[in-house]
C-alpha cells in the first residue's frame, strides 16, 4: 500500500517562496516516477510537475517553469517542490503523487495511480 504524505502548504504572499515536501511509504521510493499535482475550488486537478525515477528528468507544465523546481532525494524517500516568485494562480490544493508501474519518466497523467491527501497553497497579492 503506497502511503504519500504532503506538507510545506500555507499561506504567502505573491513573489514569495514556499517548498512542499512529500514522503513516501509502501513501496521502494526510488524505482517509481513522482509528481506533483494541483486543484484550484472549481477547477479539475491539473499537473504541476514531474520527476523520473532517477531523478535525472523533470517536466513542468508551461505556467511554472522557470519558477518550481521538482526534485527528490531517494534515500529519504522525499519528494520536493520548490516554488518561487508564486502568483495568485498558484493557489490550489497541492498533491504528491506516484507512477503505478515502475521505472517510468512520469510524463502521462494517466500513468499516475497514487495521490497523497494533499497541501493547501494560498497565495495573496
Known amino acids: 500500500q503506497v502511503h504519500l504524505v504532503e506538507s510545506g502548504g500555507g499561506l504567502a504572499q505573491a513573489g514569495d517562496s514556499l517548498r512542499l515536501s512529500c514522503i513516501a511509504s509502501g513501496r521502494t521510493f526510488s524505482r517509481f516516477a513522482m509528481g506533483w499535482f494541483r486543484q484550484a475550488p472549481g477547477s479539475e486537478r491539473e499537473f504541476v510537475a514531474s520527476?523520473?525515477?532517477?531523478?535525472?528528468?523533470?517536466y513542468y507544465r508551461e505556467s511554472v517553469r522557470g519558477r518550481f523546481t521538482i526534485s527528490r532525494d531517494n534515500a529519504n524517500n522525499t519528494l520536493y517542490l520548490q516554488m518561487n516568485s508564486l502568483l495568485r494562480e498558484d493557489s490550489a490544493v497541492y498533491y504528491c503523487?506516484?507512477?503505478?508501474?515502475?521505472?517510468?519518466?512520469?510524463?502521462?497523467?494517466?500513468?499516475?495511480?497514487?495521490y497523497g491527501q494533499g497541501t493547501q497553497v494560498t497565495v495573496s497579492s
Open positions: 503523487a506516484a507512477e503505478s508501474r515502475p521505472y517510468g519518466l512520469g510524463r502521462r497523467t494517466v500513468d499516475f495511480g497514487f
Open positions: 520527476i523520473d525515477w532517477s531523478g535525472r528528468s523533470a
